[in-house]
């Protein structure tokens, strides 16, 4: 007999499942269906908080939190930005927001419009049009926030106006 081959004495028996197994297929039975969009929104809204209270529009370069990114080189990542560009949308201040990072304010209202599809479907039995990204979008958004993070470390102008 071959390796690959399986025959009836030798299957593969799975074994009974564990305590905690048991714990998590009794806990996902019993809990709501709405806990898992209210968990999400709790966490949101717990993260908005945290950006309001802290302020990043009025904190140091190395204030904690920081971007390890730009405090080991110097240079804005992908994300530099987003934090005050959230802080600004909060506040309403739209240009300051794309002013500090123009993809992130770009994605919200896709991101917002996914969340409010799951969770109505998920929590109230909603159907919403789904927002199909095909993987070309993707790849396109993805490799256009790349160019994005590549032209706000150029410097020289114009690509200094995206520097922040």
């Known amino acids: 007999m071959y390796f690959h081959e399986v025959t009836d004495a030798h299957a593969h028996a799975y074994p009974p499942p564990g305590r905690i197994a048991r714990l998590m297929a009794k806990m996902r039975t019993r809990t709501p269906r709405w806990a898992a969009p209210l968990a999400v929104l709790g966490c949101i809204g717990a993260s908005l908080a945290y950006t309001e209270w802290v302020d990043p529009t009025n904190s140091n370069a190395d204030s904690i939190p920081t971007c390890l990114v730009r405090l080991t080189t110097g240079l804005d990542c992908p994300g530099c930005g987003g934090t005050r560009a959230a ?18 304010v770009f994605a919200v209202p896709f991101a917002l419009y996914l969340y409010v599809a799951w969770a109505g479907r998920v929590a109230f039995g909603w159907k919403l049009p789904t927002l199909r990204i095909s993987p070309l ?4 958004f993805i490799a256009t926030w790349a160019l ?16 922040v």
């Open 137 to 140: 979008i993707g790849g396109i």
């Open 87 to 104: 802080w600004y949308l909060m506040h309403g201040d739209l240009p300051a927001a794309a002013r500090h990072h123009m993809m992130f």
């Open 148 to 163: 994005f993070m590549v032209l706000r470390n150029l410097p020289w102008a114009p690509f200094t106006y995206f520097y």
